[in-house]
């Protein structure tokens, strides 16, 4: 069974730090993407990571993806109030389930509170 | 503007009714999915679509039940028999593009059980 990680579940950090959210996964997989969740809101997709050694990039936000591992990571560059919300990976779980739809796999998500 | 469209946003239901969740989409995407949120949990599949008249159950598909008879639409019911059905579900589609399959999400509908 494919069971996804995340940590820190919450972390509270100060405009301007830099800081590292993890996600872990335990079985063979293709593809992870990262969303951002308000309050109370739906899921916005914010990267779609699809080979090993993959990094993207948009704005102060830089996902990579170690498929060896199993390992992804969001890194906050300069955080500011507006990044914050609940990010979640979610990782396709295709391989694992057979078919030809992605089954996303979603970890427990990273409450971020950015503060002034 | 394309997109997803959940209704209600909020539905309250008596113990041992059955509701019915909306979930239209005009993106053209062939699957659409069912998730429920539970508060500070991720996300678990409930159902899934991949084409008109035919779905696959997720990984909680007990006392839900779904169908699709249009590409559009793909309704969702929480029957009597889902005994802790309080929760926010949210209803996603995508398409296939090249090897990126993102999906997409709609606004979802809290549901809480007087």
């Known amino acids: 069974e494919l069971k996804v990680e995340q940590n820190p579940l919450f972390l509270s950090m100060q405009e301007g730090k830099n800081y590292t959210i993890y996600c872990n996964y335990s079985t063979t997989s293709d593809r992870l993407y990262w969303y951002r969740q308000d309050p109370g809101k739906s899921l916005e997709s914010l990267f779609v990571?699809?080979?090993?050694?993959a990094v993207k990039q948009e704005g102060r936000l830089m996902a990579s993806l170690d498929t060896k591992a199993r390992l992804s990571t969001l890194h906050i560059t300069a955080a500011v109030h507006d990044l914050s919300a609940t990010y979640f990976c979610?990782?396709?779980?295709?391989?694992?389930?057979?078919?030809?739809?992605?089954?996303?796999?979603f970890g427990t998500g990273t409450l971020l509170a950015v503060q002034p | 503007d394309g997109g997803i469209t959940q209704s209600p946003k909020y539905l309250f239901r008596k113990e041992g009714q059955n509701v019915t969740l909306s979930c239209e989409q005009n993106l053209n995407h062939d699957a659409m999915y069912w998730y429920r949120q539970d508060p500070g949990q991720g996300l678990r599949l409930i159902y899934y679509?991949?084409?008109?008249?035919?779905?696959q159950k997720g990984d909680i598909a007990e006392g839900y039940s779904v169908s699709r008879e249009k590409k559009e639409s793909f309704p969702l019911t929480v029957t009597s028999a889902q005994k802790n059905p309080t929760a926010f579900y949210l209803c996603a589609s995508s398409r296939r593009q090249g090897v990126v399959d993102t999906q997409y999400f709609g606004p979802g509908t809290r549901l809480t059980v007087l």
């Open positions: 679509s991949q084409i008109v008249n035919d779905f």
């Open positions: 990571l699809l080979s090993n050694g």
């Open positions: 979610a990782v396709d779980a295709r391989m694992n389930y057979g078919g030809a739809t992605n089954k996303l796999i």
